[in-house]
């Protein structure tokens, strides 16, 4: 018996953020903002998160705007990796 599967590609959720700390190694802090209205007020609130990215050839530095992109449990906190860096810090 061959079973057929409908599989879909897994869509992989991508973030992007400022470096914020470079100061580990093979690791990134990196910072966002959310931005959410509130449901019955209307009134706009920010959420600021921060995540521990992968860099494996230890090429980011601080300020650096960078695209990371989830992956599968690489420590206790790291969830992500390194995609690209779309702008350097000045």
């Known amino acids: 018996m061959t079973e057929v599967r409908n599989t879909k590609p897994k869509v992989q959720k991508t973030v992007e953020g400022r470096v914020v700390s470079a100061k ?22 920010r959420k ?11 090429e980011c530095k601080e300020g650096d705007l960078i695209l990371a992109v989830e992956t599968r449990p690489l420590s206790k906190e790291k969830r992500h990796t390194l995609l690209k860096i779309l702008e350097r810090a000045k």
Do not use: C, G, S, Y
Request: no cysteine; aromatic share 6%; proline share 3%.
């Open 24 to 45: 580990m190694n093979k690791t990134v802090v990196i910072q966002f903002e959310t931005r959410k209205a509130h449901p019955l007020f209307k009134k706009i609130t």
């Open 48 to 58: 600021t998160t921060r995540l521990k990215v992968h860099d494996e050839k230890q």
